[in-house]
């Protein structure tokens, strides 16, 4: 399948973004976090992934409804990019050896805010750039070359980390400002290129009136079943898959403690298990066209429901690996055709509004499993039993998941 203009930039943005996903919410961050040394435990972190995602919850919907007027989508997704860019560039600035570990939180929390406030909007233009025959494919090659194109500032930043030493800040700070760099040079083509084409026109009182639309969107929720039931069904998996991208790090090194799995070897682990999530991505894309993105989100939750009870049992750094290719395989593909299954059932023309609730069914769900991991792990003094509170939330999801239709609509088509 050949891409077009803005096809091409709309997946770059998934190239700039995930750089921020994977050095700040998945392996820089949490390591730097536990250099300070009035914290207790690096996985005290769950407890500010949940605040952060309390905050962008609650707006989302909100933001969402007004984004829905014409012009208006591209400036929210510029703005909150650039919340995203600075806070993390700001992040670099703040050094273990100055002990202002919540001055760190505070920039951690403004990036998480643009990121995924930021992601609101960009998913929304999914509707705006791909036709439905061609979601899967898209959105499967935007978290594809976005695994792939985040290997190399984190490649860039896992060098200087060790010439510098892995004992010190200097490094990851370095890599903070690069990861900020990089983001925000692949989503100028976005800006440039991309058009809202999808939009109610502009009317007296916009935000009074979006504030209506919400209502009446909730009042009549059931003329919009499957998006209710996918939801629903969306809030459990996608629960345990955030988790495991948040928590993944400082699960592991608790587990095998740092003499076992030294800094350097984790940051090597994830730097591979990238290149693995970038074929698997694309061939979730390329099955979906032939069983059905529903058929290849099954699999991807039955992958996690493995992944988690093996995880309870990992003893050596090879188990890490095995476990990280496991997760590799199914991250890209399931989160790729979740947004482009809901894509095809919403109002095109509300999808800012609709995407609002995608993100707040998600960011809502994803203040359960970082909170479960670090209260298990503070009252328990056992991390491992912490995923025992993970895999229930995808056997639920499955359950509610299987209820729903297959998705091979065409655009002409109108869902009740």
């Known amino acids: 399948m050949k891409l077009n203009k803005e096809e091409i930039s709309w997946i770059l943005v998934d190239c700039g973004n995930s750089a921020y996903s994977m050095a700040v919410t998945t392996a820089l961050?949490?390591?730097?976090?536990?250099?300070?040394?009035?914290?207790?435990?690096?996985?005290?972190?769950?407890?500010?992934?949940?605040?952060?995602?309390?905050?962008?919850?609650?707006?989302?919907?909100?933001?969402?409804?007004?984004?829905?007027?014409?012009?208006?989508?591209?400036?929210?997704?510029?703005?909150?990019?650039?919340?995203?860019?600075?806070?993390?560039?700001?992040?670099?600035?703040?050094?273990?050896?100055?002990?202002?570990?919540?001055?760190?939180?505070?920039?951690?929390?403004?990036?998480?805010?643009?990121?995924?406030?930021?992601?609101?909007?960009?998913?929304?233009?999914?509707?705006?750039?791909?036709?439905?025959?061609?979601?899967?494919?898209?959105?499967?090659?935007?978290?594809?070359?976005?695994?792939?194109?985040?290997?190399?500032?984190?490649?860039?930043?896992?060098?200087?980390?060790?010439?510098?030493?892995?004992?010190?800040?200097?490094?990851?700070?370095?890599?903070?400002?690069?990861?900020?760099?990089?983001?925000?040079?692949?989503?100028?083509?976005?800006?440039?290129?991309?058009?809202?084409?999808?939009?109610?026109?502009?009317?007296?009182?916009?935000?009074?009136?979006?504030?209506?639309?919400?209502?009446?969107?909730?009042?009549?929720?059931?003329?919009?079943?499957?998006?209710?039931?996918?939801?629903?069904?969306?809030?459990?998996?996608?629960?345990?898959?955030?988790?495991?991208?948040?928590?993944?790090?400082?699960?592991?090194?608790?587990?095998?403690?740092?003499?076992?799995?030294n800094t350097f070897t984790l940051l090597g682990i994830l730097l591979i298990i990238q290149l693995i999530a970038f074929p698997c991505a694309i061939l979730y894309g390329n099955l979906a066209k032939k069983f059905s993105a529903k058929m290849m989100i099954m699999v991807g939750i039955f992958t996690y429901i493995i992944s988690c009870v093996a995880a309870m049992f990992i003893t050596s750094v090879g188990h890490v690996f095995i476990l990280g290719a496991m997760i590799g395989s199914a991250q890209g593909g399931i989160q790729a055709l979740s947004r482009s299954y809901y894509a095809k059932i919403i109002p095109k023309e509300k999808s800012n509004e609709f995407f609002g609730f995608y993100n707040i069914f998600g960011k809502f769900s994803a203040i359960v499993g970082p909170a479960i991991m670090a209260l298990t792990s503070t009252l328990t003094g056992n991390v491992r039993l912490s995923m025992l509170g993970i895999i229930p939330l995808f056997v639920i999801g499955l359950i509610i998941f299987m209820a729903l239709p297959a998705d091979q609509w065409r655009d002409s088509e109108v869902l009740e």
């Open 29 to 261: 961050l949490p390591i730097v976090f536990g250099m300070f040394e009035n914290v207790k435990s690096s996985m005290d972190l769950g407890y500010f992934n949940s605040i952060a995602s309390i905050f962008v919850a609650l707006l989302s919907p909100v933001l969402g409804t007004i984004a829905d007027y014409k012009d208006k989508k591209k400036r929210f997704f510029v703005f909150f990019t650039l919340l995203g860019v600075l806070a993390t560039m700001s992040l670099a600035f703040v050094s273990p050896s100055s002990g202002q570990w919540q001055l760190l939180i505070f920039f951690f929390v403004l990036s998480a805010i643009g990121f995924s406030g930021a992601n609101i909007f960009y998913d929304a233009f999914i509707v705006d750039v791909a036709s439905n025959e061609r979601m899967d494919k898209v959105s499967s090659l935007g978290f594809a070359y976005g695994y792939i194109a985040s290997v190399i500032p984190f490649g860039i930043s896992l060098v200087l980390i060790f010439l510098m030493g892995m004992d010190e800040a200097i490094g990851y700070q370095i890599g903070f400002i690069i990861t900020a760099l990089w983001w925000g040079l692949f989503t100028i083509p976005m800006i440039k290129d991309v058009k809202q084409r999808h939009y109610i026109e502009p009317e007296p009182r916009p935000i009074t009136n979006s504030f209506k639309r919400l209502a009446d969107t909730f009042r009549n929720i059931k003329s919009h079943k499957i998006v209710f039931v996918f939801l629903t069904a969306y809030f459990f998996y996608i629960d345990g898959v955030g988790t495991i991208i948040k928590m993944v790090v400082p699960y592991a090194t608790e587990i095998l403690g740092t003499d076992s799995l």
